[in-house]
């Protein structure tokens, strides 16, 4: 199985002990699951939102206006 490398999904342990797998790229939750192994599934299956990728990058080109 030799695709393309997975985008990384950094996985966030909840207080009540579940867990949060977090898309770096949309920002998204992707999946919460009791169990970590459940949320790889999740990632892989991910399909990032367009549209709050585009309200980010909107964001992003705002703040470097602001910043000149
Ligand atoms: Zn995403």
Do not use: W
Request: proline share 6%.
């Amino acid at each position: 199985m030799a695709g393309k490398p997975l985008p990384f999904f950094p996985h966030r342990q909840n207080p009540d002990g579940s867990f949060d797998s977090i898309c770096l790229r949309c920002f998204a939750t992707v999946a919460t699951a009791m169990d970590v192994r459940q949320l790889h599934s999740y990632d892989k299956n991910h399909v990032c939102d367009a549209t709050s990728i585009a309200h980010r990058r909107e964001s992003e080109k705002l703040a470097a206006a602001a910043a000149d």
